[in-house]
């Protein structure tokens, strides 16, 4: 049985987590990780750990928080892609459209219901079922095999998992199959 790494709080714990997912890309043939990274600092620390495999950097959407704005940094995407990673910035799989609704009507829908729901098990599990979805509807990683998805809780990594993921389309064809990290106290 495949140990689980926990952590006692949520938080940066990006070395731990990239160590313990690489070891086990390396034992089990995962040759696909995702990894959520805001100004592209992880995502270049991912970079350089997870070189020679398909690595994807999942960043927030131009907007997220000013209108129009990027938050990855140029000295990070430089890092990412001279590593051979390849940075995804999309709209997010679990709000979108409907964040728009909930600030302007004071509603949720059904997709932001849904992320809520998966933040009972700590934002990183969101994080890394969402980035996987989008991910896979960009065509950067397979949905015919099991893939890494690290993610986190403010700064850095604490949660990493692995599944079989799918289009968004097909969102509840989307498996997960075990925690690799998790923080315990978020």
């Known amino acids: 049985m495949d140990q689980v790494h926990y952590f ?30 805001t100004t592209g600092e ?18 927030h959407s131009a907007g997220f928080k000013e209108p ?5 940094l ?8 001279k590593n051979g990673g390849k940075i995804l910035i999309s709209t997010h799989a679990l709000s979108g459209v409907e964040r728009a609704f909930r600030k302007k009507h004071n509603t949720v829908g059904p997709v932001e219901l849904i992320a809520s729901a998966l933040r009972t098990f ?7 079922i969402e980035i996987a979805i989008m991910a896979a509807d960009a065509g950067l990683i397979p949905v015919d095999r099991d893939v ?11 949660t990493a998992m692995l599944m079989r993921s799918a ?10 199959r075990k925690f690799l990290c998790k923080p315990v106290n978020f």
Not at 8 to 37: H, L, M
Not at 74 to 81: A, L
Not at 122 to 128: A, I, L, M, Q, S
Not at 148 to 158: K, L, Q, V, W, Y
């Open 167 to 176: 289009n968004s389309a097909n969102f509840f064809d989307l498996k997960v």
């Open 68 to 72: 129009g704005n990027v938050e990855l």
């Open 148 to 158: 890494i998805c690290i993610a986190g809780t403010g700064n850095g990594a604490d």
């Open 42 to 59: 992880t995502g270049a620390k991912a970079s350089r750990v997870f070189k020679g495999l398909n690595l994807v950097i999942v960043t």
């Open 8 to 37: 006692t709080k949520s938080g940066n714990w990006t070395n731990q987590v990239f160590k313990a997912c690489r070891k086990y890309s390396d034992e089990n043939g995962i040759e696909d990780i995702i990894v959520a990274s």
């Open 74 to 81: 140029g000295r990070q995407r430089e890092v990412i892609e």
């Open 122 to 128: 700590g934002e990183g599990t969101k994080v890394c």
